[in-house]
């Protein structure tokens, strides 16, 4: 038994290095001068170029600039997202309208579609609309989310009709309804749901860069992209804009762990 409690405490002890390695390298040479990132043995040590690190990527890229402009896209669509999602989630759960499971169905047949298929269009619509180069054209194709509407939807399948009708009876409107009762009950769900939107705004790559043309306007992803020249690259500029892209997404996940976990195991359980 202390043989196998042993082996178990190594297993788990491996497991957490391959996870946490890499990221310890990546913040270690993020401090280290570029001549050293790819030496061997690896430097696991802090080094002494940090500060100079960072001034040298605020000279590159406009690091604050970059970093408000990647968390207005990402809170922005995320906000958008989840509110579109839920309106949406509840219409599809609990109102019972004519062609309700053919919409559904052609919203579900959405996700099959590769994001690729739809840049020409989407760009053309924002191009139309003067919106090129500007918050909005990266916002806006975010914020309907064919799965944040399947997950609101099938998580407020969930909620006994008796409980929304009681509260209706009561003289609470739809919008009361929804907020009084839907989110407070959902509140996992949604920060979930929100965890995930979160992500994927605040790491997209290929949208961003077809939408913005002044370096003023670029998010962290595609600022980052630009330290990568044809002839010579900056690495520990490059990882250092990695590592502080990190840094908000662990703290929303920190922050949200319980909610997130609540929500992903959210209809787990037999009624």
Not at 85 to 92: E, K, N, T
Not at 103 to 119: H, Y
Not at 194 to 216: C, D, H
């Given at each position: 038994?202390?043989?196998?409690?042993?082996?178990?405490?190594?297993?788990?002890?491996?497991?957490?290095?391959?996870?946490?390695?890499?990221?310890w390298?990546l913040?270690?040479?993020?401090?280290?001068?570029?001549?050293?990132?790819?030496?061997?043995?690896?430097k696991?040590?802090?080094?002494?170029?940090?500060?100079?690190?960072?001034?040298g990527?605020?000279?590159?890229?406009?690091?604050?600039r970059?970093l408000v402009?990647?968390?207005?896209?990402?809170?922005?669509?995320?906000?958008?997202?989840?509110?579109v999602?839920?309106?949406?989630?509840?219409?599809?759960?609990k109102f019972?309208?004519?062609?309700r499971?053919l919409?559904?169905?052609?919203l579900?047949?959405?996700?099959v579609?590769?994001?690729?298929?739809?840049?020409?269009?989407i760009?053309?619509?924002?191009?139309?609309?003067?919106?090129?180069?500007?918050?909005?054209?990266?916002?806006?194709?975010?914020?309907?989310?064919?799965?944040g509407?399947?997950?609101?939807?099938?998580?407020?399948?969930s909620?006994p009709?008796?409980?929304?009708?009681?509260?209706r009876?009561?003289?609470?409107?739809?919008?009361?309804?929804?907020?009084?009762?839907?989110?407070?009950?959902?509140?996992?769900?949604?920060?979930a749901?929100?965890?995930?939107?979160?992500?994927?705004?605040?790491?997209?790559?290929?949208?961003p860069l077809?939408a913005?043309r002044?370096?003023?306007?670029?998010?962290?992803?595609?600022?980052?992209?630009?330290l990568?020249?044809?002839s010579?690259?900056?690495?520990?500029?490059?990882?250092?804009?990695?590592?502080i892209?990190?840094?908000?997404?662990?703290?929303?996940?920190?922050?949200l762990q319980?909610?997130?976990?609540?929500?992903?195991?959210?209809?787990?359980?037999?009624?």
């Amino acid at each position: 038994m202390k043989a196998r409690g042993t082996l178990l405490t190594l297993l788990l002890a491996g497991a957490f290095g391959l996870c946490v390695g890499p990221f310890w390298w990546l913040a270690m040479a993020a401090t280290q001068h570029d001549r050293d990132v790819f030496s061997w043995p690896p430097k696991l040590l802090p080094g002494g170029r940090l500060m100079e690190n960072l001034q040298g990527l605020q000279e590159s890229i406009g690091l604050d600039r970059v970093l408000v402009n990647s968390l207005v896209v990402a809170g922005l669509q995320t906000a958008g997202a989840v509110v579109v999602s839920v309106l949406a989630g509840y219409a599809f759960a609990k109102f019972d309208f004519r062609g309700r499971n053919l919409f559904f169905v052609l919203l579900l047949s959405t996700l099959v579609i590769p994001d690729t298929v739809m840049l020409i269009p989407i760009f053309r619509m924002m191009m139309d609309m003067g919106l090129i180069d500007t918050y909005p054209s990266v916002v806006l194709p975010g914020l309907v989310t064919p799965f944040g509407i399947f997950l609101m939807r099938q998580a407020l399948r969930s909620m006994p009709d008796e409980l929304l009708d009681a509260a209706r009876v009561d003289g609470a409107g739809e919008l009361r309804v929804l907020w009084r009762i839907v989110l407070p009950v959902n509140r996992p769900v949604i920060a979930a749901l929100a965890l995930f939107v979160f992500l994927g705004g605040w790491n997209q790559f290929v949208w961003p860069l077809i939408a913005l043309r002044s370096p003023e306007m670029y998010t962290l992803p595609v600022a980052t992209a630009t330290l990568q020249g044809l002839s010579t690259t900056n690495y520990p500029q490059v990882l250092l804009a990695s590592a502080i892209a990190a840094i908000p997404v662990m703290a929303l996940f920190l922050v949200l762990q319980r909610q997130f976990i609540s929500g992903l195991l959210a209809g787990s359980t037999k009624e």
